[in-house]
């Protein structure tokens, strides 16, 4: 399942940051998807792949057996390192996991990914 999870369009986000599209990069090969971004293995939802395109930064999930019904209802977003900031503005930051929860992303635009899913 392919759902965006970082608009890359120059609007602020509800914290009022900015994220300088060219600074963006993205880990390599699989990345955990845990819930609220946990370290505890118990919150591992399942593990997904990166992807930067023009428009944003998208993940193709793959949810284990036991959480794919769950997820559905949960709100993907980003966690990762931010090497650069001048202001609000990130001018460079990696991407290094993908948290789900059930409170909206920062981002107001980004659904649930169920929402997306269905709107394909």
Do not use: W
Not at 52 to 78: C, H, N, Q
Not at 92 to 102: F, N
């Amino acid at each position: 399942m392919r759902v965006k999870i970082l608009n890359l369009d120059k609007m602020p986000d509800s914290m009022g940051e900015i994220i300088d599209p060219p600074g963006v990069t993205v880990r390599e090969g699989e990345v955990p998807v845990a819930y609220d971004y946990s370290d505890d293995i118990t919150k591992l939802m399942g593990y997904a792949t990166l992807e930067v395109a023009v428009d944003g930064v998208y993940a193709t999930i793959r949810p284990f057996k036991e959480t794919e019904k769950t997820i559905m209802y949960l709100y993907p977003g980003v966690g990762g390192v931010t090497t650069e900031r001048v202001g609000n503005i990130i001018k460079k930051c990696q991407i290094r996991v993908v948290g789900v929860h059930m409170g909206r992303n920062t981002d107001y635009r980004i659904k649930t990914i169920g929402i997306q899913l269905e709107k394909k």
